[in-house]
């Protein structure tokens, strides 16, 4: 059994900073790929960013690039997104997730675990 836990939500007012954290226990995470999505009220899920746990490619829907930064400890068994300039626009649910790697790498069904999500409010 995986479990993912996130931290590191709030309010912030728009331009401001968060940085996100996803500890994960149960099981040696070096051949999982680690990502982030979001949900907003009466959205669906949206990936946001994923990396490998043991390399250092890393993935970003377009609206985050330059903007947010995916990293990891190894040595924690923790995952983080650093988000800089928020906008009221990044206002949701944050959720981290594990899956094996494999093709579509932004989809929310291909990734096994979930952790109970964070959220992050911006304000304008």
């Known amino acids: 059994q995986v479990q993912l836990v996130e931290s590191g939500g709030g309010l912030v007012q728009a331009g401001g900073s968060l940085r996100l954290s996803c500890a994960a226990s149960?099981?040696?995470?070096?051949?999982?790929?680690m990502g982030w999505f979001r949900q907003a009220p009466g959205e669906e899920r949206m990936f946001v960013a994923a990396?490998?746990?043991?390399?250092?490619?890393?993935y970003y829907t377009d609206s985050v690039k330059g903007r947010f930064t995916i990293s990891r400890d190894n040595a924690k068994n923790t995952v983080y997104l650093q988000m800089n300039s928020l906008k009221p626009g990044d206002t949701a649910v944050y959720y981290c997730?594990?899956?094996?790697?494999?093709?579509?790498?932004?989809?929310?069904?291909?990734?096994?675990?979930w952790g109970q999500g964070t959220q992050v409010t911006v304000s304008s």
């Open positions: 997730a594990a899956r094996y790697p494999g093709v579509d790498i932004t989809s929310a069904r291909r990734y096994l675990y």
């Open positions: 149960g099981r040696t995470f070096s051949s999982y790929v």
């Open positions: 990396r490998g746990w043991s390399d250092s490619n890393t």
